[in-house]
């Protein structure tokens, strides 16, 4: 078994202001994900990392980077924040092989005053 | 357009009753297919999956789904609800090749009545 952990789980900023968000994951897994839930909208494909130091952007990269510096972490930035933006991000992995389901983390919490 | 369309944003039943969650797919390869459940403030875990073989698969805690491929759909069911099912069900669409995209649904929001 593994565990992925996101950090921190609470994340309040101001309007522009540049946020970071931690995943890290110890399933040894190479492929990770960065979501983003907003209520009634499911969930929305930020950017995923294939491997190490590799970056794809999902449908929903505008505003965001990201960075995979080790396998088992990766982190997405908001580069800035919008005023009374409130959403969920959860950080999700999922290994190379014959079953490709996601383990999801527990999510940050994010809320822009 | 790869997509999966759930039907009911909010279900709401009474423990001891059966269950179906509807799902329906739209993808242009080889669907494999996911139900996951979210709980308040927690990610998501996977319930149940399917690749290929028998078309009715079992998860955890009693639930079950069966693909069809003829009406794309793959509807989740579970004979008695308890009111701990009460959770966020989610149904997702990936091809098969690893890291390919995961299409979800909006997710039905399940109400289990004591």
């Known amino acids: 078994g593994g565990i992925i952990t996101q950090t921190p789980k609470f994340l309040i900023g101001q309007e522009g202001q540049k946020l970071t968000l931690k995943c890290q994951q110890n399933?040894?897994?190479?492929?990770m994900y960065w979501y983003r839930q907003d209520s009634g909208k499911g969930l929305r494909l930020i950017y995923y990392s294939i491997t190490e130091n590799d970056l794809q952007k999902g449908d929903l990269s505008e505003g965001y980077d990201a960075s995979r510096e080790k396998k088992s972490s990766f982190s997405l930035t908001v580069t800035s924040a919008q005023k009374n933006e409130m959403a969920v991000f959860l950080c999700?992995?999922?290994?190379?092989?014959?079953?490709?389901?996601?383990?999801f983390g527990p999510g940050t919490r994010l809320t822009v005053l | 357009a790869q997509s999966v369309t759930q039907p009911d944003a909010r279900v709401t039943v009474s423990e001891g009753a059966s269950l179906q969650l509807r799902c329906k797919y739209s993808?242009?390869?080889?669907?494999?297919l996911f139900w996951y459940v979210q709980y308040p403030r927690q990610g998501l875990q996977l319930l149940l999956k399917?690749?290929?073989?028998?078309?009715v698969v079992q998860g955890v805690n009693g639930f079950e789904a069966e693909f069809i491929k003829s009406n794309s759909s793959f509807h989740l069911r579970k004979a008695s609800v308890h009111w701990s099912d009460s959770a966020v069900y989610f149904c997702a669409v990936s091809g098969n090749t690893g890291y390919q995209n995961f299409y979800f649904g909006k997710g039905t929001s399940l109400t289990v009545i004591p």
């Open positions: 399933f040894n897994h190479d492929t």
């Open positions: 993808y242009s390869g080889t669907p494999y």
């Open positions: 399917y690749y290929s073989g028998d078309p």
């Open positions: 999700a992995s999922s290994n190379w092989g014959d079953t490709y389901e996601q383990y």
